[in-house]
Each structure stands twice: as structure tokens, then as C-alpha cells.
């Protein structure tokens, strides 16, 4: 009796758990003005034959001057071509660059909207000009070689990666809570 009362128990923080995320879920959605990429240069699936600076304009002006706002460019054999850190003026962000071989690459960004809420998407475009550069293996921003791995692998455009990976982890939980119920509630039918 009291191992059921426990199971009881652990099966209500299950159920607990999923209303939070269900809510929070519902916060994200909620809290949807966040500052957009309103245009970039490259543009998405652009190609281009040459390029000095990447710029992305978003839709206010952008937080985070002391490096929260990150531009890097990977290029086709996955090294960095950005020569500096991106710099902010208002709603613009400027990433120099210098490319290399032609090939496919993206701009990966992360910024820090206005409401305060960061906000990233991916920019892939294709390069046709002569090799400028050989890259590097990390990026020569420091506050961007920091936070490659991050933004580098919600792999979605418009900044909806957030969302994306909410909806996958409160999917992950519902599946917990049905297999939990599954083992809970079985045996016990048949002992009673
Ligand atoms: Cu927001």
C-alpha cells in the first residue's frame, strides 16, 4: 500500500512537471515580439561572388553591445571566416569576413532582442568567388568561439530553434509520462 501511495505520488510530479512546461510552452508562444531579421546580406540562398562584410538588420534596436550579439560564417570545410567580431549600431549588426574555397556557406547568428530575449537563425548562402582566406579553427572573436557550439547547433532559420526545442523536450516528457503510466498501472490491474 504505501509503494503504491509513492507511485501515486510520483506519477502527480510527472503530471506536474508536464502543466509547467505546457505553460512555459505557452509563455514562448506568448512572448513572440521579439526582434526579427528583417533582412540580411547575404540573403538566404543568395550566391555570391564576393564579400567583405555580412550585414543583418533587424526589426529594433538590438541589446547586448558587451558581446551578447554573435555573427560567425562557416564556411564548406566547417572553419570559421569571420575576421573580428560583429559590431552593433542600433537594429544592424556588420561581420567582417573574408572567404575561402567557393562552396556553400552560412551565416549562424545570435542576438539579443530588445525585449531581452536572444533570438538566432541560419543564413546559408553560396560563395563563387576566388579563396581569400584559409579560415581558422575557432572563431577570432572571443565571445564568439565561446558560443560556436550553441549557435551553432539549433540548425533552423527565423529563430524559431527555441520553440522547436521546447516542443521536443515537452514531447520527450509526454512519452515519459505514458510509459510511466503504462508500468504503474499494469501490474496493479492484475494484483487487484
Ligand atoms: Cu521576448
Known amino acids: 500500500m504505501a509503494s503504491r501511495d509513492a507511485l ?3 506519477l502527480a510530479g510527472a503530471v506536474v512537471v ?3 512546461i505546457t505553460a512555459a510552452l505557452g509563455g514562448a508562444t506568448a512572448a513572440s515580439a521579439h526582434d526579427s531579421l528583417v533582412s ?6 543568395d550566391t555570391v561572388a564576393a564579400l ?3 550585414r543583418l538588420d533587424f526589426s529594433a534596436n538590438l ?3 558587451d558581446g551578447g550579439n554573435i555573427v560567425i560564417v562557416v564556411g ?4 570559421h571566416y569571420e575576421n573580428a567580431c560583429a559590431e552593433l549600431a542600433g537594429s544592424t549588426l556588420t561581420l567582417p569576413v573574408a572567404l575561402g574555397d567557393p562552396g556553400a556557406y552560412s551565416v549562424e547568428w545570435r542576438a539579443v532582442s530588445s525585449d531581452g530575449h536572444p533570438v538566432s537563425g541560419v543564413i546559408p548562402f553560396a560563395y563563387t568567388g576566388e579563396s581569400v582566406s584559409t579560415g581558422a579553427e575557432t572563431s577570432p572573436c572571443a565571445s564568439a568561439a565561446g558560443a560556436t557550439e550553441a549557435a551553432a547547433e539549433p540548425a533552423s532559420t527565423g529563430g524559431m530553434s527555441g520553440l522547436t526545442l521546447g516542443l521536443l523536450l515537452g514531447g520527450g516528457v509526454v512519452v515519459l509520462v505514458g510509459v510511466l503510466l503504462v508500468f504503474i498501472l499494469r501490474p496493479r490491474s492484475r494484483e487487484d
Not at 540580411?40 to 540562398?45: F, Q, T, V
Not at 564548406?76 to 572553419?79: A, I, N, S, V
Open 63 to 65: 541589446l547586448g553591445a
Open 8 to 10: 501515486r505520488r510520483a
Open 40 to 45: 540580411s546580406s547575404p540573403a538566404e540562398g
Open 76 to 79: 564548406p570545410d566547417g572553419r
Open 18 to 20: 508536464v502543466a509547467a
Open 52 to 54: 567583405s562584410d555580412v
